[in-house]
T-cell receptor
Framework: DAKTTQPTSMDCAEGRAANLPCNHS???????VYWYRQIHSQGPQYIIH?????ETNEMASLIITEDRKSSTLILPHATLRDTAVYYC??????????????WGLGTSLAVNP | NAGVTQTPKFQVLKTGQSMTLQCAQD?????MSWYRQDPGMGLRLIHY???????DQGEVPNGYNVSRSTTEDFPLRLLSAAPSQTSVYFC????????????FGEGSWLTVV
């Protein structure tokens, strides 16, 4: 699976949109972009995923560029509870191929009051 | 629906002792895996399984054993604990019918003294 690059940390004011970027320039055609987050001392939690179209759910929106080499996770109205480490990973359709997943260190998002 | 359940949550071991971290999932997932997470290192894959009776090594398998006798359970055994195995351990599962999404347990904090 392709490797991703994310900024180490970001800050966001409470109530404002948080836009978290991710580069995945070596992504291949059958790889999805997944976002997870890890709140301190908890297990990572699934947020959203997409292949090439933009996606939205109750937690966030995912914007994927047309060339699929980068994406942005958008938390539309960040709250203090969104303070967490956010991981962007790419995965092939072979769900069992977990051994090739590279999680990296993610982006540490601090939502400030 | 309990999801992925790990026990114990906290454990202190003496060097040389052995122990087993338990992991169970109730989502009928084929794929299960164990990660360790250390400060500044991100999530690293220890062992994984693509189904009952099938296991394989991940990125950092030394000092750990696994078995998968049932679909639901995937225990991780520390054979002779070492201080370098002090870490937070996460069990995860994925697969049909949940698609490619990975579900994590809440973590097991292990200290080896």
């Amino acid at each position: 699976d392709a490797k991703t690059t994310q900024p180490t940390s970001m800050d966001c004011a409470e109530g404002r949109a948080a836009n978290l970027p991710c580069n995945h320039s070596t992504i291949s055609g059958n790889e999805y972009v997944y976002w997870y987050r890890q709140i301190h001392s908890q297990g990572p939690q699934y947020i959203i995923h997409g292949l090439k179209n933009n996606e939205t759910n109750e937690m966030a929106s995912l914007i994927i560029t047309e060339d699929r080499k980068s994406s942005t996770l958008i938390l539309p109205h960040a709250t203090l509870r969104d303070t967490a480490v956010y991981y962007c990973i790419v995965r092939s359709l072979n769900a069992g191929n977990n051994r090739k997943l590279i999680w990296g260190l993610g982006t540490s998002l601090a939502v400030n009051p | 629906n309990a999801g992925v359940t790990q026990t114990p949550k906290f454990q202190v071991l003496k060097t040389g002792q052995s122990m087993t971290l338990q992991c169970a999932q109730d989502m009928n997932h084929e794929y299960m895996s164990w990660y360790r997470q250390d400060p500044g290192m991100g999530l690293r894959l220890i062992h994984y399984s693509v189904g009952a009776g099938i296991t394989d090594q991940g990125e950092v398998p030394n000092g750990y054993n696994v078995s998968r006798s049932t679909t639901e359970d995937f225990p991780l055994r520390l054979l002779s604990a070492a201080p370098s195995q002090t870490s937070v351990y996460f069990c995860a599962s994925s697969g049909t019918p949940s698609g490619n999404t990975i579900y994590f347990g809440e973590g097991s904090w292990l200290t080896v003294v």
